[in-house]
């Protein structure tokens, strides 16, 4: 079982609409959790993390923790074109992070 | 602030060479980590340098090492390179070691071992 789980996609999503994007990881030791935006041809950055169980909300963007669960998951709300690039899930584990292959996002106009 | 540099920007080697990359941080960044990435594996740890010394190491063959200069400019070596360890290198700073409430990467270096 890999660490962190992603869907690779691609997630197609209308213009306007929520995009959701859902993350497993597999070690109950994890600490933190990131997710990081990569547009094509360039680096990640990081758009939001968490560390808590819930919700944490950052303009259009949520991110969700369920430590019971071992999940977590982005919501983009208002989805616009821009929107559209990979989004990494990564958590802290150890002093050490540990990236999902990332879900391919394509925001329909 | 200027951002993460890393160059070159594009390297193209031949199995058996070995490279040297180099990542200079963001001003007052102390930590550097290296990743690889390929579209197989996905973005994976090499390395994080703090202070000049190697902090965390991921699960990496021996060829691959790194270090850590004074003024936390870091360099990443890959020896007896392979055809596999085409991808692309990325470095990132932090302020502090094993941050990543605030770390930023580098646009990256694209090797490829032909």
């Known amino acids: 079982q890999k660490e962190v789980e992603q869907n690779s996609g691609p997630l197609s999503v209308p213009e306007g609409a929520i995009a959701s994007l859902n993350c497993t990881y597999s070690?109950?030791?994890?600490?933190?959790f990131f997710w990081y935006r990569q547009y094509s041809g360039k680096s990640p950055e990081l758009i939001m993390f968490?560390?808590?169980?819930g919700d944490k909300e950052d303009g259009r963007f949520t991110a969700q923790l369920n430590k019971a669960s071992q999940y977590v998951s982005l919501l983009i709300r208002d989805s616009q074109p821009s929107d559209s690039a990979t989004y990494l899930c990564a958590v802290r584990r150890d002093d050490k992070i540990i990236f999902g292959k990332g879900t391919r996002l394509h925001i329909l106009p | 602030k200027a951002g993460v540099t890393q160059t070159p920007r594009y390297l193209i080697k031949t199995r058996g060479q070995q490279v040297t990359l180099s990542c200079s941080p963001i001003s007052g960044h102390r930590s550097v980590s290296w990743y690889q990435q390929t579209p197989g594996q996905g973005l994976q740890f090499l390395f994080e340098?703090?202070?000049?010394?190697?902090?965390n190491k991921g699960n990496f063959p021996g060829r691959f090492s790194g270090r850590q200069f004074s003024n936390s400019r870091s360099e990443m070596n890959v020896s007896t390179l392979e055809l596999g360890d085409s991808a692309l290198y990325l470095c990132a700073s932090s302020p502090k070691w094993g941050d990543a409430y605030e770390q930023y990467f580098g646009p990256g270096t694209r090797l490829t071992v032909t």
């Open positions: 340098y703090f202070s000049e010394t190697q902090r």
């Open positions: 070690d109950r030791g994890s600490q933190s």
């Open positions: 968490i560390y808590s169980n």
